[in-house]
């Protein structure tokens, strides 16, 4: 989604405002999610209970910022439907926010893996299910 997002200039837009998805909450929950994979690969390798809740506390913000760009894409992918120009339309495509093109089922399964993934990290980082 992050390419996406760029390569149909959401960066760009936003100077115009046509984005609804500011680029520090776009990059920081990239960012953040990123840090936080690399944490808890550490955690996989070192075993070290302070690893897993670094990473627990890393992706907590991720989620926020997971759900804020979730509410800000929601009312953008309700437009889809009412927008009257064609959806291949040259002219009108500087007026579509990049994160329009996002797939649904995309959006639906990151959702899902996301809140799979923070769950499995907060139940590994309380003992939870270890041998």
């Not at 120009?85 to 959702?111: I, K, M, Q």
Request: proline residues 6%.
């Amino acid at each position: 989604m992050l390419g996406t997002w760029i390569r149909r200039g959401g960066i760009r837009q936003q100077q115009t405002g046509t984005s609804r998805l500011p680029a520090p909450v776009v990059f920081g929950h990239f960012a953040l999610a990123a840090i936080g994979l690399v944490v808890w690969i550490i955690y996989l390798v070192a075993d070290k209970d302070a690893l897993a809740w670094t990473a627990f506390g890393l992706l907590l913000p991720v989620a926020l910022l997971g759900f804020v760009m979730l509410a800000r894409w929601i009312p953008v992918y309700r437009e889809r439907a009412t927008a009257g120009a064609p959806a291949g339309a040259r002219g009108a495509e500087g007026a579509v926010p990049a994160e329009r093109h996002f797939p649904v089922p995309v959006v639906l399964a990151h959702g899902l893996l996301a809140v799979a993934t923070l769950v499995l990290v907060l139940l590994t980082a309380l003992g939870i299910g270890g041998g």
